[in-house]
């Protein structure tokens, strides 16, 4: 049989589409042999590996409340980030595990970022906690990871979408769950050749980032079988607390999927 694999993007609360995603693939039977994730991806597919249940991963989801969540990111500091990340793997420990991944049921491959080269770091072993939390360390926002003699930050900076580490490890079908493609509106900017206002402006200076990110995960997914991507718009960070419309945009765009990923399977 053919090894179906899956590669869980980057892209911060839009990732809780990645649940959905996960619940689609387990309604119609279809058993996921290996998981790679970059930042959000990486969290969420640890989660699924060491559970091996997508309904504990969700019900996780559901039971983290709003204080829970401010808890974990009020860890302040201002050495090369706002928060430093030690509440964030405590909650990794006590919430998921802290295995070594090369013990899981399956084989998972969180990826973060060298810092200093820009290289994508794709780990194969290694405790769990340190692995995530090096792989959510988003710019600006948490403080690096010093790891084994790198300086380690968000694995969606150098690869968005990990779908090469799955195809260089020999699966024959890789789903990939693209977060960047459907994630903000394309709007008209421009009145008469002129920006709108100064909010047009900060909206311009974010989406070119988003457009970066676009990029980046569709040279990934070049060599996908099929990718998944979720219409995330208007997700933000107020989705921690109310996860459950992101999950379903997740399992809308898995079922217009699925009928591809079957006839691939058989």
């Known amino acids: 049989?053919?090894?179906?694999?899956?590669?869980?993007?980057?892209?911060?609360?839009?990732?809780?589409?990645?649940?959905?995603?996960?619940?689609?693939?387990?309604?119609?039977?279809?058993?996921?042999?290996?998981?790679?994730?970059?930042?959000?991806?990486?969290?969420?597919?640890?989660?699924?590996?060491?559970?091996?249940?997508?309904?504990?991963?969700?019900?996780?989801?559901?039971?983290?409340?709003?204080?829970?969540?401010?808890?974990?990111?009020?860890?302040?500091?201002?050495?090369?980030?706002?928060?430093?990340?030690?509440?964030?793997?405590?909650?990794?420990?006590?919430?998921?595990?802290?295995?070594?991944?090369?013990?899981?049921?399956?084989p998972f491959f969180p990826v973060a970022t060298n810092f200093s080269t820009g290289d994508p770091v794709v780990f194969t072993n290694g405790r769990l906690s340190d692995l995530i939390r090096a792989s959510i360390s988003i710019p600006f926002v948490f403080q690096p990871i010093r790891y084994k003699g790198m300086l380690l930050t968000d694995g969606g900076l150098s690869m968005q979408v990990p779908v090469m580490p799955l195809k260089e490890q020999g699966c024959k079908i890789v789903i990939a769950v693209n977060l960047a493609e459907n994630a903000f509106d394309k709007k008209d900017y421009f009145v008469n050749g002129l920006v709108r206002?100064?909010?047009?402006?900060?909206?311009?200076?974010?989406?070119?980032?988003?457009?970066?990110?676009?990029?980046?995960?569709?040279?990934?997914?070049?060599?996908?079988?099929?990718?998944?991507?979720?219409?995330?718009?208007?997700v933000g960070l107020d989705s921690f607390w109310k996860p459950k419309d992101v999950i379903k945009h997740g399992e809308v765009a898995a079922e217009k999927s699925i009928e591809k990923i079957l006839s691939l399977i058989e």
């Open 1 to 106: 049989m053919k090894k179906v694999c899956v590669a869980l993007g980057s892209g911060g609360p839009r990732g809780l589409a990645h649940i959905g995603v996960l619940k689609v693939l387990n309604r119609y039977g279809i058993t996921i042999e290996m998981v790679a994730g970059s930042s959000i991806g990486a969290l969420v597919g640890g989660a699924y590996v060491v559970f091996n249940s997508v309904e504990k991963v969700e019900k996780l989801t559901l039971s983290t409340d709003m204080r829970m969540v401010l808890g974990v990111l009020f860890d302040p500091t201002l050495n090369l980030g706002f928060v430093k990340g030690k509440k964030v793997k405590k909650f990794i420990e006590e919430k998921i595990g802290d295995p070594l991944i090369e013990d899981l049921p399956k």
């Open 197 to 234: 206002s100064p909010v047009g402006i900060y909206k311009v200076a974010f989406d070119s980032i988003g457009i970066l990110e676009i990029n980046l995960a569709r040279e990934n997914c070049r060599s996908a079988d099929v990718v998944i991507s979720p219409d995330v718009r208007n």
